[in-house]
C-alpha cells in the first residue's frame, strides 16, 4: 500500500539552484526507507518536502492521500500532527526537563494532563530514558539527547517518521544505538521510517530500502538488502 | 475544551514570556508609558482647545445698529427681515434705553458720562446669533442690506484669525495623537520582535510538532496586550490626578475667564478608558504584526 508518492517532482530555490529534478518515487506502509547522497544531492530539501517545510516547484508530493505542495501555511499543522520529525541538532529546548521536552509536542496540540504523562513515559520507555525523566539536555551525553529526541517524535503515534541526518553527530557506537532504537520503532508500532543520512556504513549494516540523490536526480533505488558498502555514492 | 486548553497555556506562557524577558518587557512598558502620556497631553489639550472654541463660537455674534430715525414699524420689518436669515439661531432685540441702562450698570465713569448727557446718543440694536461661524461674514454682508440698518458688526478679521488658529491646532493635536498612537505600535512591535528572536527555537520547535498558527501566535498577542496595559496605568493615573489637580488650581479657568477648561468628570474617565484600549489594542496590534513578519505564518 503505497504510502508517500513522489511525481515528477522538482525543486528550484530563488537563487537558481535545482536541489530535486524530476524525482519520481513511491514509499508502502511500515517500509524503512534510507536516502543517500553526497552534500549537497538534494537529501534534505527531499526531507524538507515530506513535512512541507518546502514546497514542490514542480510535480506533486503526497502522504496518505494528501497532497503535502498544495497544503496552506495555516494547514500544514495538521499534516505535522500526523508525523514526527527526528533532527541532526536534536532540537530539545534547554530550559525544560526530558519528562517536559517530549510532553511539549503534546501540549501544543491541546492534549489533556492526564492523557499525556502515560504517553510521555511510554516513548521514553520505548527508547529507554525512563530514567532521566527529571534530567535536562545539558545533563544527557548526544545519544540521550537524540532519543529525547526520538520519543518526542514519537509521542503522538505519528504514522510516519521523518528523520534527517539523525546519528549525524555521534559517534559510532551511539549511532548504532540509536538505529536499533529506529528499528524497533519501525518493527513494533509499524511506523513508516524515511531517513536521510550520509553514514554508508549504518546503511549496508541495516539492510534496508537505499534511495540515492546525486545532484538532486534519483540514481539508484536499492531494494531492501542489495545495496553494497563500496558502491560509488 | 481542548480550545481552552490551548487558550490557557497561550496566557501563561504570555506571563512566563514577559517574566523570562522581563528587561525587553520593561522596555516595552516604559516606552508605552511615554508615549500614551504624550497621547494623554495631546487629548486634553485637543479636548480643551475644541472646549473653548466651541464657547466662545457660541458667544460669536453680529451686533445690528439701527438706524435713528426710524420708526417702531421699521423696527418690526428689520426683526422680520432678521428672523429670516438661513444662519440665524437667535435674534434679541435691544433699545436704545435698555442699553444705556446696561451701560450705566456695568461701569461707573460710563454711568457719570451718560447721566451727563441730555439725550440717548445709543441706537436700537439687534445681537443676532449665528448657527454656522464660518458663514458670519456673509451673514453681516446680508444683514447690512436689510433697509433701516446702520451696520451690523461682528469684529471682522479677529474672528477669522482666532477661528483660523483653533482649527490649526485641533488638526495638529489630531495628527500628533495619532502619530504617538504610530510609534507606541512600532514600538511594542519592535520589543515583541527582540523576544520573539530570543524564542525563535521554541517557535520552529512548536511548528515542527504541529501547533497550529493560532496557537502560536496567540501568547505573543495577549503578551502586547499585556504589555500595552501595563504601559498605560501610569497614563492613566496622570491624567486622573494631573487633570483634577490642574483644574483645582486653576478653578476651571486658564489666563482669561474666556478660556474655561472641560469639567474633569467624566472627562478624565473617558480619556483614561481610551488610553487603557489603545495601550491594549496598539500593544496586540503590534505584537501581532510582529510575530506574522517573523515567523512567515
Redesign the interface.
Known amino acids: 500500500m503505497k504510502f508517500i508518492q513522489i511525481k515528477n517532482c522538482y525543486k528550484v530555490y530563488k537563487n537558481g539552484v535545482t536541489a530535486i529534478a524530476d524525482l519520481t518515487l513511491d514509499i508502502d506502509k511500515g517500509e524503512f526507507v534510507f536516502i543517500i547522497g553526497a552534500s549537497g544531492s538534494g537529501k534534505s530539501t527531499l526531507v524538507k518536502m515530506l ?1 512541507r517545510e518546502e514546497k514542490p516547484t514542480k510535480g506533486t508530493v503526497e502522504i496518505g492521500g494528501i497532497n503535502v505542495g498544495k497544503l496552506r ?2 494547514t ?3 499534516l ?2 500526523k508525523l514526527g ?1 527526528v533532527f541532526q541538532d536534536f ?1 530539545l ?1 534547554p530550559k525544560l526537563t526530558v519528562y517536559e521536552n517530549v510532553a ?2 503534546l ?6 494532563g492526564s492523557e499525556i504523562r502515560p504517553k510521555v513515559m511510554n516513548a521514553l520507555e520505548m527508547v529507554g530514558l525512563k530514567e532521566k525523566v527529571r534530567s535536562f539536555p545539558n545533563e544527557l551525553s548526544g545519544g540521550e539527547q537524540q532519543r529525547v529526541c526520538i520519543a ?1 517524535a514519537i509521542v ?1 503515534d505519528p504514522k510516519l517518521l521523518i528523520c534527517d541526518e539523525p546519528t549525524g553527530n555521534l559517534d559510532p557506537k551511539t549511532s548504532k544505538e540509536i538505529m536499533n532504537v529506529l528499528e524497533d520503532i519501525n518493527k513494533n508500532l509499524g511506523t513508516t521510517i524515511v531517513m536521510a543520512t550520509h553514514d554508508k556504513e549504518i546503511v549496508n549494516r541495516m539492510k534496508k530500502r537505499v534511495i540515492v540523490l546525486d545532484g538532486g536526480v534519483l540514481t539508484g533505488d536499492h531494494l531492501k538488502g542489495s545495496f553494497k558498502i563500496n558502491e560509488n555514492v | 475544551m481542548k480550545m481552552f486548553r490551548i487558550l490557557n497555556r497561550c496566557i501563561r506562557d504570555s506571563f512566563k514570556s514577559v517574566m523570562r524577558n522581563i528587561s525587553l518587557s520593561m522596555a516595552s512598558i516604559v516606552c508605552t508609558t511615554i508615549t500614551l502620556i504624550l497621547v494623554a497631553i495631546a487629548i486634553i489639550v485637543t479636548v480643551n482647545v475644541n472646549n473653548v472654541t466651541t464657547l466662545m463660537e457660541e458667544e460669536l455674534t453680529v451686533v445690528v445698529f439701527v438706524n435713528k430715525d426710524v420708526t417702531s414699524e421699521q423696527v418690526k420689518n428689520i426683526e422680520d427681515a432678521l428672523n429670516k436669515l438661513e444662519n440665524k439661531k437667535e435674534v434679541v432685540y435691544k433699545s436704545k434705553d435698555e442699553r444705556k441702562l446696561e451701560m450705566q450698570n456695568s461701569d461707573e465713569s460710563l454711568k457719570v458720562t451718560l447721566d451727563y448727557l441730555a439725550i440717548n446718543p445709543l441706537q436700537d440694536t439687534f445681537i443676532v446669533t449665528v448657527l454656522d461661524v464660518d458663514d458670519l461674514a456673509p451673514t453681516a454682508r446680508e444683514i447690512r442690506k436689510i433697509d433701516g440698518v446702520e451696520s451690523a458688526e461682528y469684529g471682522e478679521g479677529t474672528v477669522e484669525e482666532i477661528v483660523g488658529i483653533f482649527d490649526v491646532i485641533k488638526k495638529a493635536t489630531i495628527v500628533i495623537v495619532i502619530a504617538l498612537v504610530i510609534v507606541t505600535a512600532f514600538l511594542i512591535s519592535n520589543t515583541i520582535k527582540l523576544t520573539i528572536f530570543s524564542r525563535r527555537n521554541e517557535i520552529e520547535i512548536m511548528r515542527l510538532v504541529g501547533s497550529s498558527n493560532t496557537a502560536i501566535k496567540l501568547p505573543f498577542i495577549f503578551e502586547g496586550f499585556l504589555l500595552g496595559l501595563v504601559g498605560s496605568l501610569v497614563p492613566i493615573i496622570l491624567t486622573i490626578y494631573g487633570y483634577m489637580l490642574a483644574y483645582e488650581k486653576t478653578g476651571g479657568t486658564l489666563a482669561v475667564e474666556a478660556i474655561k477648561l472641560v469639567k474633569p468628570v467624566p472627562f478624565v474617565l473617558i480619556t483614561s478608558l481610551f488610553l487603557l484600549v489603545i495601550g491594549a489594542i496598539v500593544g496586540m496590534f503590534g505584537s501581532s504584526g510582529a510575530v506574522r513578519k517573523y515567523l512567515k505564518i
Open positions: 513535512y501555511n495555516r500544514v499543522y495538521k505535522r500532527r520529525i532540537k529546548l511539549f509536542a501540549e501544543c496540540i491541546g492534549l489533556k518526542r503522538n
